[in-house]
Every structure is written in C-alpha cells, then in structure tokens.
T-cell receptor, first 114, second 116 residues
Framework: KAGVTQTPRYLIKTRGQQVTLSCSPISGHRSVSWYQQTPGQGLQFLFEYFSETQRNKGNFPGRFSGRQFSNSRSEMNVSTLELGDSALYLC?????????????FGPGTRLTVT | GENVEQHPSTLSVQEGDSAVIKCTYSDSASNYFPWYKQELGKGPQLIIDIRSNVGEKKDQRIAVTLNKTAKHFSLHITETQPEDSAVYFCAAPPGYSGGGADGLTFGKGTHLIIQP
C-alpha cells in the first residue's frame, strides 16, 4: 500500500507571496491533518479535514488555510508569507472513523521563505 | 489545551544497552499516546502507541508503559542498534474529542544517539 505523498518536497518563496502544498493520503484514509515543524516550536497542529470539511483546528492565523477534495486529497495554502513561515510542513493521514486515531505522516514539504 | 513534556532532549547509549524516554501530559481525559521516530530528511514514523485502557504494550525491542494516575508514559528500547539513532517524539490528543484524528500535541523530541 502506498504511503502518504506530499508535493512539492522543497519550495523557496519570497515574503508576501502565497504558496499551496499538496497531500495525498493513504488509500482508504479519509482524514488528513496538517502540521508545521520548526526547530523552535517543534511539531504544531494546523488543522484536520474529513469528508471535505475542516473538523479540527489548531492555533494558527487565518493566513493558513486548507481544503480537501472528494478523493480525500488535501491542499494547504499560506498567504502573505512571512520569514517565520519557513518550516517543514507535514501531512498526516488517518482512517477518520471514530476510534481510528492512528496518524501516518508523509515526508513533508520543506518551505523556505526569503 | 494539552501540554506534553518530554525528557531527556538528548540521550546517548552504548549499542546493546537500553534506552528510556519519558513524557508527561496534562489533560487527564487524553486516551491515546503514540510514539514517533523521525530520521533525517523524513517524516515522523509511528512506531508504537498505547490506549488508556492498557498499562503496557510491547513490539519486539520496543515497549511503551502508561501510568494514567501520574499522567506519564515512557518508551523503552532494548538491545539498541545503530539504526535506532533518530529523534523520537511522544504525543497526546486533546481530552475532548472533535471526532476521529484529533490534533496531536507533541513533545519537543529526544535525539537518541547509539554509540558503537
């Protein structure tokens, strides 16, 4: 079974620009969660999507948004990029059913903002 | 919200020895505790997890123990090997349930170094 895939793997953007990251979950998984990983703050939860609806949300500004498509693929968008948005963005896939809480991570997208 | 603390931040052990990493959590309603291993350039890999109705779980050289009263859980790796070198993270979900995969709160990580 293929794992979680994320594209692109690396991205360099300039302050003020916007960026879109993509995540394809494990086949059959309907929940996709997004996390930001930085050396200073560690791993922090951004949001979770299930059946095309945002079900849970972390404590990030509105510049961070996401969506999920009917095939469970998800995209994350960051607008008006700031230097502090430089991070590894990780997507995690889960079955999404009640009681199925195991989350499986993709390799991440390394975003550098200059 | 949930607060997870992890110790130590760095752990160096001789190959073949055991390693223990400890985490405490704040939300007494949390009921699921996973451990992840992250190697350089890769995403975190789920290596073992435990639910609150179980005190201990083993998978070959890896075990996790949970003490709900004290609100702490630990990862035990026996007979360590060079390939065990990585950063290990503990995590816990919020005590409330938003349904399904709730956002995990992660510890700051432990850099495990296996000395040959």
């Amino acid at each position: 079974k293929a794992g979680v895939t994320q594209t692109p793997r690396y991205l360099i953007k300039t302050r003020g620009q916007q960026v879109t990251l993509s995540c394809s979950p494990i086949s059959g998984h309907r929940s996709v969660s997004w996390y930001q990983q930085t050396p200073g703050q560690g791993l922090q939860f951004l949001f979770e999507y299930f059946s095309e609806t945002q079900r849970n949300k972390g404590n990030f500004p509105g510049r961070f948004s996401g969506r999920q498509f009917s095939n469970s693929r998800s995209e994350m968008n960051v607008s008006t990029l700031e230097l502090g948005d430089s991070a590894l963005y990780l997507c995690a896939s889960s079955l999404g059913a009640a009681g199925s809480v195991e989350q499986y991570f993709g390799p991440g997208t390394r975003l550098t903002v200059t | 919200g949930e607060n997870v603390e992890q110790h130590p931040s760095t752990l160096s052990v001789q190959e073949g020895d055991s390693a223990v990493i400890k985490c405490t959590y704040s939300d007494s309603a949390s009921n699921y505790f996973p451990w992840y291993k992250q190697e350089l350039g890769k995403g975190p890999q789920l290596i073992i997890d435990i639910r609150s109705n179980v005190g201990e779980k083993k998978d070959q050289r890896i075990a996790v123990t949970l003490n709900k009263t004290a609100k702490h859980f630990s990862l035990h790796i026996t007979e360590t090997q060079p390939e065990d070198s990585a950063v290990y993270f503990c995590a816990a979900p919020p005590g409330y349930s938003g349904g399904g995969a709730d956002g995990l709160t992660f510890g700051k990580g432990t850099h495990l170094i296996i000395q040959p």
